[in-house]
T-cell receptor
């Protein structure tokens, strides 16, 4: 059962363009994390959002957690070739287990 | 700190062979996790541990076993390798189950 739907699955854009990646679920999460993964490496945490409606910025990346804590978005302004990679969202239910539910990812390619 | 380390980086097994994937962390994290990542499928949780001596099944535990005799180490054992276990395996750790996980570089396993 896929609890976290990411869209789009693939995205190929030119350098300088803006883009938004979406992460949607019917479940309520205590937190939502975004990871970036480069080929041959493990995912690296970009941000964690925990409050409904929360917005966090990381340079040209803006992350938002939905008011109902069921969805999240990642917006990249003026994309650079260095932004190329697989972006994964992961929802956490909190509690003692700490388990995360991962989306399938959005593969982003930014061409110079 | 080395963070989360995994060995080997690559391995080819024949059907029916067994092997152990090693994972170690030096961050004094209590929680450790094993995931597998198949193309286009995101990360699936195999097993996790909330502390030394305590392990539990994740979403896809069949064909795998784990142990956690120390805080630092969390090996994953494949007893009778099958082609369906061809995947990239990631180990991760977190301090207290608050969902922020740190990943190792992965082990790419092929079963022929």
């Amino acid at each position: 059962t896929q609890l976290l739907e990411q869209s789009p699955q693939f995205l190929s854009i030119q350098e300088g363009e803006n883009l938004t990646v979406y992460c949607n679920s019917s479940s309520v999460f205590s937190s939502l994390q975004w990871y970036r993964q480069e080929p041959g490496e493990g995912p690296v945490l970009l941000v964690t959002v925990v409050t409904g409606g929360e917005v966090k910025k990381l340079k040209r990346l803006t992350f938002q957690f939905g008011d109902a804590r069921k969805d999240s978005s990642l917006h990249i302004t003026a994309a650079q070739p260095g932004d190329t990679g697989l972006y994964l969202c992961a929802g956490g239910y909190g509690g003692s287990q700490g388990n995360l539910i991962f989306g399938k990812g959005t593969k982003l390619s930014v061409k110079p | 700190n080395a963070g989360v380390t995994q060995t080997p980086k690559f391995r080819i097994l024949k059907i029916g062979q067994s092997m152990t994937l090693q994972c170690a962390q030096d961050m004094n994290h209590n929680y450790m996790y094993w995931y597998r990542q198949d193309p286009g499928m995101g990360l699936k949780l195999i097993y996790y541990s909330v502390g030394a001596g305590i392990t539990d099944k994740g979403e896809v535990p069949n064909g795998y076993n784990v142990s956690r005799s120390t805080t630092e180490d969390f090996p994953l054992r494949l007893e009778l390798a099958a082609p369906s276990q061809t995947s990239v395996y990631f180990c991760a750790s977190s301090y207290d189950g608050t969902d922020t996980q740190y990943f190792g570089p992965g082990t790419r396993l092929t079963v022929l």
